[in-house]
């Protein structure tokens, strides 16, 4: 194993900006895991995981720790019973190729989640989620090194704590858990409806009537791209904030003043916003800031692009700046959907 000094963060952020990690350490096999963590331990220096840095953004000050970057490789399907198989994916493979290579062999479940960047061992950390989907509808187990026992532990999903947009990795087990692979129940039968509400409309619009599972990736593939930047291609994370959810007085009252707000009923009885409707009536919709060098992207404002930002500084002052007029204009506070270390 060799341990990089003064490792450039920036390379391991969709954001490309950030400083330095102390150390940096490649993990190809589950067995690096507790030494690498015992090296780090000798050096009295913290240690952390990460996949492909999507959904991370580095501070300026950089990580005064060991950082693991989780390569560990792996692809088996095994059936299950005539209608089910599993399917083991090592934490390190690329998430969109995963999927991929389960749509070929016509398995249905995770066909929805095509295109999010990222690894596969990331993706219970925040219960990651689109068009309908999120992984864990089909996830069956989680395999891990838990720092706490100093073993590698099998986590079934429903012990994982799943929300939206969240999981124990995220919340009170944050950093305890170093993922090494994950085992899915995927089926055989074709999808079917109902279909999420984005992907009926394209489906109608194609006059598609009984979709594949490869339809349903080729749909997803094609809205996704039509809307979101392509991180190899333009620096960002993806969504930069959460949709607020309010009580519904507050958005009763919201709506007075701004009657075509959208707002979704959330199952506690409150209302989900949309954050994209907020920052753009907030004055930001295809903003391009010359002071940071950050934009919003121009189809979709949740986005926020890096297009000649020198420092994370510059991405934090614009993040501010929209709070700020979003605070200011209707008194919510959007809160940041990237972990910022
Ligand atoms: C253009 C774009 C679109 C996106 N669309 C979506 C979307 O539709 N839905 C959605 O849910 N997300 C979306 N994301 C967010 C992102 O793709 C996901 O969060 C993804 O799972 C992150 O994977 P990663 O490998 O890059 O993780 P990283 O960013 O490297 O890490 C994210 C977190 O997981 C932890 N972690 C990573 N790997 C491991 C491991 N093996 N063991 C333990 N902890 C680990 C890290 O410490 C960190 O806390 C999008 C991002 C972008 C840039």
Not at 54 to 76: E, P, Q
Not at 196 to 215: C, E
Not at 247 to 262: D, E, M, N, V, W
Request: include cysteine; hydrophobic fraction near 40%.
């Amino acid at each position: 194993m060799k341990f990089y000094k003064n490792a450039d963060l920036s390379r391991h952020s969709t954001m490309r900006l950030g400083g330095k990690a102390a150390y940096l350490v490649n993990i190809t096999d589950k067995t690096d895991i507790p030494f690498a963590l015992s090296w780090a331990a000798e050096q009295k220096i913290p240690a952390m995981m990460i996949g492909s840095g999507s959904n991370i953004v580095w501070s300026d000050a950089g990580y005064s720790g060991l950082v693991m970057v989780n390569k560990i490789k792996g692809f088996t399907i095994r059936e299950c019973d005539e209608t089910t198989s599993y399917v083991d994916i090592g934490a390190g493979e690329n998430w969109d190729s995963a999927v991929a290579r389960t749509v070929k062999k016509g398995l249905s479940g995770i066909e929805a989640l095509s295109l999010i960047p990222g690894t596969t061992g990331a993706t219970p950390v925040q219960n990651v989620g689109a068009y309908g989907q999120e992984i864990s509808d089909t996830l069956d187990s989680i395999e891990a090194y838990d720092a706490k026992t100093k073993k590698i532990v099998t986590i079934p999903a429903e012990s994982c704590q799943f929300g939206y947009r969240t999981s124990r990795f995220k919340e009170v087990d944050h950093g305890r858990f170093f993922i090494t692979s994950l085992r899915f129940l995927l089926t055989k039968e074709a999808p079917s409806p109902p279909f999420y509400a984005a992907l009926q409309t394209y489906l109608d619009h194609m006059n598609i009537k009984d979709p594949s599972v490869q339809t349903i990736r080729e749909v997803v593939i094609a809205i996704r791209s039509s809307k979101l930047p392509n991180p190899a291609k333009i620096a960002n994370n993806g969504s930069f904030f959460g949709n607020p959810i309010i009580a519904k007085t507050t958005f009763k009252k919201l709506q007075k003043a701004y009657p075509h707000i959208p707002g979704w009923p959330t199952n506690d009885g409150r209302v989900k916003i949309s954050a994209a409707w907020l920052i753009e009536a907030a004055g930001f919709k295809n903003f391009h800031d010359r002071k940071t060098g950050m934009a919003t992207w121009h189809k979709q404002p949740l986005v926020l692009v890096n297009e000649k930002a020198e420092c994370t500084a510059d991405l934090i002052l614009f993040r501010d700046r929209i709070i700020g007029e979003v605070q200011a204009k209707f008194k919510i506070t959007l809160q940041q959907e990237p972990e910022l270390i």
